[in-house]
């Protein structure tokens, strides 16, 4: 059974900097991809960064520069790194893997103070 347990999330000034794990319960390179999604309060989740099996890196234009997706095998961790956080990146941020089937964490809150 697939279990992504996210974690790193926390209130932050803006400007600030937040890094958020999401660990697997199985081997992360059985995945095609692993992502980071996030939904504010009120709008749809949408895709933040992605990372495919063999560390191809696709992200969002609003975090493009700030944002920094990575992976650690052995650890069966992904990661995203979010630095100058402003207030428009408050929102819940979910992780996701997937193979056949598409899994999802539970969520870690990230809020950005003005």
């Known amino acids: 059974q697939v279990q992504l347990v996210e974690s790193g999330g926390g209130l932050v000034q803006a400007g600030g900097s937040l890094k958020l794990s999401c660990a697997s319960s199985?081997?992360?390179?059985?995945?095609?991809?692993m992502g980071w999604y996030r939904q504010a309060s009120g709008k749809q989740r949408e895709l933040v960064a992605m990372?495919?099996?063999?560390?191809?890196?696709n992200y969002a234009d609003a975090v493009k520069g700030r944002f920094t997706i990575s992976r650690d095998n052995a650890k069966n961790t992904v990661y995203l790194q979010m630095n100058s956080l402003k207030p428009e990146d408050t929102a819940v941020y979910y992780c996701?893997?997937?193979?056949?089937?598409?899994?999802w964490g539970q969520g870690t809150q990230v809020t950005v103070s003005s």
């Open positions: 199985v081997n992360i390179f059985g995945f095609y991809d």
């Open positions: 990372i495919t099996r063999g560390g191809g890196t």
């Open positions: 996701n893997a997937r193979d056949t089937w598409a899994y």
